[in-house]
């Protein structure tokens, strides 16, 4: 799949199928053990400069990067043991939120708990549309995110 400056970004982990609504629920697993990127990807979001973002996790940011690491000192042992990548104390604070932090000063949004048919726009290009719920003077917003793409 290419990616061009400018494009939007999909990410597909697979992790919307252990949503509450998926093929295999488990909200522990969604909500706190998905996977997501550290700074390094981050920066390369500003340089190809991405329009936004989605994602079919309930976060763009990994919770060890977020408080959850502090709230649940259990997880990042699990994570050291399980050989997963180590996220040290000592770069937490470059990576704290750090798709949240780092991105929006530079109007890189993103689309969160995207779900929905994503396994069948896997690799695909097209269009890409967010239709957010109308209200006044909020920050976020339920949105349903679409994809146009042409016939394989």
Known sequence: ???????????????HHYAWCGDKPDEV???????GPDVRFARWCIEMKFKWLAVDAISQDHPLNTVVRKARPDLVEEQRRSGGEDREDDAWPENYQVMHVLLFPHLIQHAENLGGEIDEAANRRG????????????ETAFARVVAFLSAK
Not at 1 to 15: L, P, Q
Not at 29 to 35: A, C, D, L, S
């Open 1 to 15: 799949m290419e990616i061009n400056r400018g494009d939007i970004v999909v990410v597909r982990t697979g992790y």
């Open 127 to 138: 269009i890409i549309g967010a239709f957010p719920f109308k209200f006044e003077d909020g």
């Open 29 to 35: 697993r969604y909500m706190i053990k998905h996977p």
